[in-house]
């Protein structure tokens, strides 16, 4: 800064130094809790349901059911459908309490299950191509000009939606064909009050 050399390239490098450093620093706090939490994990119950639906992931579809965990809260649903593969990594986790659709940018190939925690009905509604799970790129992200648009290929991955009021909110849309629709394509594990680990 003193030499005035290059002063905005510089200050560019260092903000991006700072910010990398910050996100590796939550990386590792977030390792490290995820770690200590895996002792508290417990057995889950079995599910059939769950078999079910990944059962029609063993032959390729051009559309697939969306499973639902219904239920109250802490009951496990989340835990549950973070486990529902056997690797919690293979899960891509996203928060959908009030936004209008799934954030997927940083979805990688490795994942099996898309995780759409709290997801609403309506959400659903107007992500019927996505959540169908379709031979084909699907576009996100859309607007007037498209500027921030991207492109997803979600065929053969496994959606899951885990909610406190998934059956109450199909139950209260005004829309008779949407209601059907999303009982047609869903399938819906109500779990009420009993908690889902053993």
């Given at each position: 800064?003193?030499?005035?050399?290059?002063l905005?390239?510089?200050?560019?490098?260092?903000?991006?130094?700072?910010s990398?450093?910050?996100?590796?620093?939550?990386?590792?706090?977030?390792?490290?809790v995820?770690?200590?939490?895996?002792?508290?994990i417990?057995?889950?119950?079995?599910?059939?349901?769950?078999?079910?639906?990944?059962?029609?992931?063993?032959?390729?579809?051009?559309?697939?059911?969306?499973?639902?965990?219904?239920?109250?809260?802490?009951?496990?649903?989340?835990?549950?459908?973070k486990?529902?593969?056997?690797?919690?990594?293979e899960?891509?986790?996203?928060?959908?309490?009030?936004?209008?659709?799934?954030?997927?940018?940083?979805?990688?190939a490795?994942?099996?299950?898309i995780?759409?925690d709290?997801?609403?009905?309506?959400?659903?509604?107007?992500?019927k191509?996505?959540?169908?799970?379709?031979?084909?790129?699907?576009?996100?992200?859309?607007?007037?000009?498209?500027?921030?648009?991207?492109?997803?290929?979600?065929?053969?991955?496994?959606?899951?939606?885990?909610?406190?009021?998934?059956?109450?909110?199909?139950?209260?849309?005004?829309?008779?064909?949407?209601?059907?629709?999303?009982?047609?394509?869903?399938?819906?594990?109500?779990?009420?009050?009993?908690?889902?680990?053993i």
């Open positions: 800064m003193k030499c005035v050399s290059n905005t390239g510089n200050l560019s490098n260092l903000l991006t130094v700072e990398q450093q910050e996100k590796t620093f939550f990386e590792e706090k977030r390792r490290i995820q770690e200590a939490l895996k002792g508290q417990r057995e889950f119950k079995p599910q059939p349901l769950l078999k079910t639906f990944q059962d029609q992931y063993k032959v390729i579809r051009s559309r697939y059911k969306f499973f639902v965990a219904n239920g109250s809260s802490c009951t496990g649903k989340t835990v549950w459908a486990h529902s593969t056997g690797n919690p990594d899960v891509f986790y996203v928060n959908c309490a009030s936004c209008p659709e799934p954030d997927l940018r940083k979805l990688k490795g994942h099996k299950v995780l759409l709290e997801a609403s009905p309506a959400m659903i509604l107007k992500q191509l996505l959540i169908q799970a379709p031979p084909d790129f699907v576009s996100l992200g859309c607007s007037t000009t498209n500027c921030h648009a991207y492109q997803v290929f979600v065929s053969g991955i496994q959606f899951v939606i885990c909610s406190n009021k998934w059956i109450s909110e199909v139950e209260n849309l005004d829309c008779v064909e949407d209601r059907e629709w999303l009982k047609e394509n869903s399938i819906v594990l109500d779990v009420g009050d009993e908690p889902m680990f």
